[in-house]
């Protein structure tokens, strides 16, 4: 639903987020494009899914693709996870999280907050900028970004999956109606397409209104074939990366600088 909003409404408070992992979800790479044909998959089960973020880490390793390789405290779990069928425990999760946040402070930094949806992490937090502050702020930025891909960003992109998109559809809004059945959530017969044309339509609703802030949840009832206000939803969401751009799930603030 309405991807990307807080962009539209965020002033000069900037809305820093992590989408995916550093070799299994972001940006045109090999691994998993944002956006993929009706039914393709990012591989073809969870095991299958590691070993293919373990392999490009390797490549990463040898200088055979751009981008920074995992920490090894990040590799180590997601080697346990594939000795697991692919499946990073729930301890693992928080440890990737600790590491990440313990990496940050470890700069200079105040720890980020936590932003939850259910029980899963997201990486989503606002901050106001500061006139003056720019390179300040793009240092906080690179060592933010750091810290997440060489800790936490692909056992989180992981964990993610297993439980809400599990068959690894390569297109967001499959894999967030996959979930929505899966919760039984929405009729049998609700598409990703259906899905897709609800947002368009919420967001010509939403836009033609005028508000200049988000909506709630309340002002989102009727307009989509799941309440937004089911906790199961809302994760079904935020775990397959659609934002929850309503009032209730507002990043919270970090003041990084104290």
């Known amino acids: 639903m309405m991807r990307e909003v807080f962009a539209r409404f965020g002033g000069i408070v900037m809305v820093m987020c992590f989408a995916c992992g550093l070799l299994a979800g972001c940006g045109s790479n090999e691994a998993d494009p944002d956006t993929g044909a009706e039914g393709q998959r990012i591989a073809s089960s969870?095991?299958?899914?590691?070993?293919?973020?373990?392999?490009?880490?390797?490549?990463?390793?040898?200088?055979?693709?751009?981008?920074?390789?995992?920490?090894?405290?990040?590799?180590?779990?997601?080697?346990?996870?594939?000795?697991?069928?692919?499946?990073?425990?729930?301890?693992?999760?928080?440890?990737?999280?600790?590491?990440?946040?313990?990496?940050?402070?470890?700069k200079g930094y105040a720890a980020p907050p936590i932003m939850k949806v259910g029980e899963f992490y997201q990486a989503r937090w606002s901050m106001a900028s500061v006139e003056g502050q720019e390179a300040r702020e793009e240092k906080l930025r690179e060592d933010d970004m750091a810290c997440g891909m060489a800790e936490m960003l692909n056992v989180n992109e992981v964990y993610q999956r297993q439980h809400s998109n599990p068959n690894l559809y390569r297109n967001p809004s499959e894999?967030?109606?996959?979930?929505?059945?899966?919760?039984?959530?929405?009729?049998?017969?609700?598409?990703?397409?259906?899905?897709?044309?609800e947002n368009r339509r919420f967001d010509e609703y939403w836009n033609d209104r005028r508000m200049g802030r988000a909506?709630?949840?309340?002002?989102?009832?009727?307009?989509?074939?799941?309440?937004?206000?089911?906790?199961?939803?809302?994760?079904?969401?935020?775990?397959?990366?659609?934002?929850?751009?309503?009032?209730?799930?507002?990043?919270?603030?970090?003041?990084?600088?104290?």
């Open 46 to 106: 969870m095991q299958d899914y590691v070993q293919m973020v373990l392999d490009l880490d390797q490549k990463a390793r040898n200088g055979q693709m751009h981008g920074a390789p995992m920490g090894d405290r990040q590799v180590t779990i997601l080697e346990r996870a594939l000795e697991n069928g692919g499946r990073v425990s729930r301890a693992d999760y928080e440890q990737a999280w600790a590491s990440y946040r313990q990496c940050i402070v470890n």
């Open 175 to 197: 894999g967030v109606v996959d979930c929505l059945h899966r919760n039984n959530l929405v009729k049998t017969s609700y598409t990703a397409k259906d899905y897709d044309a």
């Open 215 to 258: 909506p709630t949840i309340a002002e989102t009832h009727g307009h989509f074939s799941f309440d937004y206000g089911d906790v199961d939803a809302a994760m079904c969401l935020a775990n397959n990366h659609e934002a929850m751009d309503v009032q209730e799930y507002k990043p919270p603030e970090w003041k990084p600088f104290g």
